[in-house]
């Protein structure tokens, strides 16, 4: 199965990753691949360059979800047959619907919109993000006026946060340590030393004066109403993590060369398999493409210098320097070569593997991106 065939039979498209080896780069690829072969595209994106959003026509980076002038296209020779739209992720407000969805009445989502504790956890708790991707991927998922969506993922230091996160963010609410705390504080509208224990309490009371009480009892207040969603949290998130398991979500795991890239996407492999989760494809991206040596002798190459040099430059130095230039970048594309190998021998099986060379510049616009899906799509080696 090639790239182009992924595109074609599946409703979702997940690019994971480690930091920076270009998950925003190829998942836009693929959504303007798919797009210009006649689907209707949703690229859900996180934290694009602003030169990205920009020159993708979203001048103002919102979350609302933008559709792609057809124009852009024409301008650059690109034919379109069917469309792109772009959502950028909007973290905390993804998680505010959540809340408000899901919450028993208005009043008690208002309450929590309202808390400090969630105003923190929204926007700042480790995992946040990566749940929240995977809540507006289930909140766009049966929309039907898409027939692919293409989801980026956030930059993970560990690659387990993006598969992990639905349990952390549950497991933080559901902890013995916070029921204590909520059980503490239903007694009597508010913390009730007496009801934890004697240690407990000497520790708390030793907190309040750091944080002061009312600081716990938001904790408390905001445990309480949290505990209200939870139902509805973890029913989504066990929905969420069995449509990843379903036909209609392909993952695509990119990576770049660098021995440490290749380390996190064989781990992100091996737990995906773990998980049940498929793994279509490896994108190989920022490969250093090889360069030919030259075929001319070196008093040929030494006469074509000498000849298109100004007068007085030093040939000999040059072509050596231009030498050792092409040596150097042999040296990285044969070391490059060789980690895909080993990617490719680790994880074996079924998947496809890309590689995509590294362009001569960052890719910044819709050719770019193009450029990029050519490769995508023409090159599976
Ligand atoms: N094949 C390529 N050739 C040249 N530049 C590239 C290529 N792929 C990506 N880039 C550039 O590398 C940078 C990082 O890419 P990108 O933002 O897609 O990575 P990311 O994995 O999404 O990063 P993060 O983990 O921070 O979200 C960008 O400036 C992008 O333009
Ligand atoms: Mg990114």
């Known amino acids: 199965m090639s790239l182009r065939e992924v595109l074609a039979s599946h409703r979702v498209v997940v690019c994971v990753g480690s930091g920076g080896v270009g998950k925003t780069t190829t998942s836009a690829s693929l959504a303007l691949e798919a797009a210009m072969s006649g689907r209707r595209v949703l690229c859900l994106t996180i934290d694009p360059a602003k030169r990205l959003a920009n020159s993708l026509g979203l001048q103002t980076m919102t979350s609302e979800e933008q559709r792609v002038p057809a124009a852009l296209f024409e301008s650059h020779g690109l034919q379109l047959q069917g469309?792109?739209?772009?959502?950028?992720?909007?973290?905390?407000?993804?998680?505010?619907?959540?809340?408000?969805?899901t919450a028993t009445s208005p009043a008690r989502a208002a309450r929590i919109l309202d808390n400090k504790l969630y105003q923190y956890i929204s926007t700042s708790l480790a995992g946040t993000q990566e749940y929240m991707a995977m809540e507006k991927l289930h909140a766009v998922k049966n929309d039907s006026r898409h027939d692919l969506i293409v989801l980026d993922t956030p930059p993970t230091s560990n690659a387990l946060d993006f598969l992990d996160a639905p349990e952390r963010l549950a497991g933080l609410v559901d902890s013995p340590a916070m029921r204590w705390l909520v059980q503490a504080f239903e007694g009597a509208g508010k913390l009730r030393f007496?009801?934890?224990?004697?240690?407990?309490?000497?520790?708390?009371?030793?907190?309040?004066?750091?944080?002061?009480?009312?600081?716990?009892?938001q904790v408390a207040a905001f445990i309480t109403d949290f505990n209200d969603l939870f139902g509805?949290?973890?029913?989504?998130?066990?929905?969420?993590?069995?449509y990843f398991r379903g036909p209609d979500v392909a993952f695509v795991i990119v990576t770049s060369p660098a021995p440490m890239a290749i380390e996190e996407a064989i781990f992100f492999h091996d737990r995906l398999a773990q998980a049940g989760m498929r793994r279509d494809a490896f994108v190989i991206n920022q490969v250093t493409p090889m360069l030919d040596l030259p075929t001319a002798s070196a008093e040929a190459l030494q006469t074509e210098a000498s000849r298109s040099l100004p007068a007085g430059s030093d040939a000999t130095h040059l072509l050596a320097q231009m030498r050792r230039a092409l040596d150097d970048v042999r040296v990285r594309a044969e070391h490059?070569?060789?980690?895909?190998?080993?990617?490719?021998?680790?994880?074996?099986?079924?998947?496809l593997y890309v590689e995509v060379p590294a362009l001569d510049q960052d890719v910044h616009d819709l050719g770019g991106l193009a450029r990029v899906a050519h490769h995508l799509v023409h090159g599976p080696v």
């Open 83 to 101: 469309s792109l739209s772009v959502m950028m992720l909007d973290t905390k407000r993804t998680f505010d619907d959540l809340v408000r969805r």
């Open 232 to 242: 509805g949290f973890r029913a989504r998130a066990e929905e969420v993590s069995r």
């Open 194 to 217: 007496d009801l934890v224990g004697k240690s407990a309490a000497f520790l708390m009371r030793g907190l309040s004066k750091f944080t002061g009480t009312g600081f716990l009892e």
């Open 336 to 351: 490059d070569r060789a980690q895909a190998a080993r990617l490719r021998h680790r994880c074996g099986g079924d998947a």
